[in-house]
């Protein structure tokens, strides 16, 4: 890193330490219900395994906090090397980033700390470096999503409250507080939160870390065989794998028929030789 010197809540040689706040995955990523069905909640630990792996990758990060609630995510993302605060609060998203930039602060008076979303997936280490290397300059910065709406990262350095505002129009509302908007190029991956089945197309352009790209596959298969008269068939996972469905798994997904050779969205329950397709409907992401 390079070093800085400056006033008050300037970092200088900075390693930051990054909040993450994740709902309880049942409730996570409600937008997404329509497209994913079933497979949100495992979604939305897929985007923030990416974030935490991408955040910690990083080489001006100290260590990752999550301030979550949720058991199942709690154990995945430590498992990473995050560590899990829980959501003592539980008075919503900016109670849950103040309550993680405390607790940091109470182990290690003076640290930057820097806030930022659980739906990354894309998270470069690089690009976060060239962001947080940029905020050091100043007090507090903030990063704006791709939509030029909403904030993807908000940062505080040594002796400055985080004062997180985010939710809806927060870019409006960071800036109003005086916080400094980080003006970069080229930096994407950071911007790139997902919260709709355009967001995820877009994500997974961009290039998904192994978490999501692995669950997404998982997600996608091609049809393979289909009987009209039983509405039971196969589909072709997309490392060629054949996997039967029955007639509840088509209905399930509101389709009159299905073609050999068309892209579907499947949900399955098990793994391996257990593996049973309960929903198949067509790609809708």
């Known amino acids: 890193m390079r070093e800085r010197t400056g006033g008050k809540g300037s970092v200088t040689n900075a390693v930051w330490s990054l909040v993450v706040p994740l709902k309880p995955l049942a409730l996570a990523k409600s937008r997404l219900a329509a497209a994913v069905g079933a497979s949100r909640p495992g979604l939305a630990l897929a985007f923030a395994q990416d974030t935490v792996a991408g955040a910690l990758a990083c080489a001006s990060v100290a260590d990752v906090v999550v301030v979550t609630d949720d058991v199942l995510a709690g154990a995945e993302l430590a498992r990473l090397g995050a560590r899990i605060l829980p959501d003592s609060p539980g008075a919503g998203l900016n109670a849950a980033l103040d309550h993680g930039a405390r607790a940091v602060r109470a182990g290690r008076p003076g640290t930057a700390v820097a806030a930022i979303n659980a739906d990354l997936p894309a998270l470069r280490p690089p690009e976060l470096l060239r962001v947080l290397d940029t905020a050091t300059a ?39 507080s005086g916080a400094v908007e980080i003006a970069l190029t080229d930096v994407e991956s950071v911007r790139r939160d997902v919260d709709t089945p355009a967001d995820l197309r877009t994500a997974l352009a961009l290039g998904v870390g192994r978490h999501t790209a692995r669950y997404s596959a998982r997600m996608q298969a091609t049809a393979y065989t289909y009987d009209s008269r039983t509405h ?52 809708t992401f």
Do not use: K, M, N, Y
């Not at 704006?144 to 505080?156: Q, R, V």
């Not at 029955?246 to 997904?253: D, K, L, P, Q």
């Not at 509101?254 to 397709?277: C, F």
């Open 232 to 283: 039971s068939g196969s589909v072709l996972l997309d490392d060629g794998t054949p996997v039967p469905f029955e007639a509840a798994a088509f209905e399930a997904g509101g389709l009159l028929l299905l073609r050999p050779g068309q892209r579907v969205r499947i949900e399955t329950d098990g793994e391996g030789p257990a593996l049973r397709i309960t929903l198949v409907t067509l790609q």
């Open 138 to 176: 100043f007090p507090r910065a903030f990063l704006a999503d791709a939509a030029g709406i909403g904030t993807t990262l908000l940062c505080a350095g040594p002796d400055v409250e985080l004062a997180p505002s985010f939710g809806g129009p927060s870019r409006a509302r960071h800036s109003a």
